[in-house]
């Protein structure tokens, strides 16, 4: 298009001249194309000639100054290369393909569509009106119709209904309001052993050793409970679910207490330990970080260690499933950029066993 434009303005300023001076401007014209025919040969000497763009620009626009049966005289190429030329030039004004590119609707950000694809991911019900509205509210105004050729082109239905929540979408979302709960024992340094009970918030990964005792009664076992329920209020939000197993020592009085707060109590299968799966992993965590490494002395002694392990577990202790975060937390520590002039603390937990570590204030 501004080639075109040029060449047009070329050719008027080309004839200016002829019409100002009124004498004869072929002869005038002759010479700026010899001229420029000389600085081509001698610009390719050693090989076949070829004329750039801005050769046959200015030929083109100074053929309009000779009579055209002089052409094949003056010019170095044949009439119909010239004409063709001219041609080229000229129809560059009415070429809009560039032009096209240029407007319409400007294509989507890739960062915008992957968010778009991430919401769609994580929410099965959503359709593309609703991602569309998400999106409104978070700041990016976008139309419902390029929603959906986004969730198209990545082969995703734009229905509302596009797959049932997986395995683990269903069971994370469950996991809200279940609570577990589970014995494990422990041997003292004189071989006796002691038994504790642990309840685990599934949501929270929040840890309650209730109690030790060398021996768990049904009615022991109760008081447990009772200890427990008095703090659900307090500490947990709306548990729906005991899930325990098929143990003796629980009973109908057990069960009893949580049905009081409207928990609803899930029995695992007998010899099933991965349906309370949760509840053996923190017990094989209590092991490993702490009492396969300190030697128990009494009742009172795994107490104390057990105390101080559960407040290390929910106020230090970071966790995958809730992003690094300690039970007890709710947001993230603010990110730390200058190493240099920051001291680490270290605070040690039962002896050294655990090591917690703090920046200085």
Known sequence: MIVSLLYKVVRKLLSVPGVLLRHDRTKDAELPVLRHENAVLRRQLAGPVRYEPA???WLAALSSLIPRQRWSGIFP?????????????????????????????????????????????ENSRWGHRRIQGELARLGHPIAASTVWEILNAAGIDPAPRRTGPSW?????????GIVAVDFFHLDTLAGRRLYALAFLEHGTRRLHVTGVTAHPTRDWAVQQARNFAASL???????????????AKYGEAFDAVFQAEELEILKSAPLAPRMNA???????SIRREALDHILIMGEAHAR?????????YNEHRPHRARGQLPPDANQQPATVYDLE???LLRTRVLGGVIN???YAA
């Not at 683990?168 to 809200?176: G, N, P």
């Not at 949760?278 to 094989?284: K, L, M, N, P, Q």
């Not at 104390?304 to 290390?312: D, G, K, M, P, S």
């Open 304 to 312: 104390q260690v057990l105390a101080a392990y559960q407040r290390h």
């Open 341 to 343: 002039g920051r001291s």
């Open 77 to 121: 190429v044949a009439p119909g290369t010239l004409l063709a030329w001219h041609r080229l030039l000229i129809a560059a004004k009415w070429d809009y393909s560039a032009r096209r590119s240029r407007t319409g609707r400007p294509p989507t950000a890739a960062a915008l569509k992957k968010l778009v694809l991430r919401l769609a991911g």
């Open 168 to 176: 683990r979408e269903s069971l994370t979302s469950q996991a809200e």
């Open 278 to 284: 949760h509840c053996e992993r923190i017990i094989g």
């Open 233 to 247: 209020g307090i500490q947990m939000e709306s548990p729906r679910f005991l899930l325990r197993d098929r143990d």
């Open 356 to 358: 917690e570590y703090r």
């Open 55 to 57: 050769d046959r620009f």
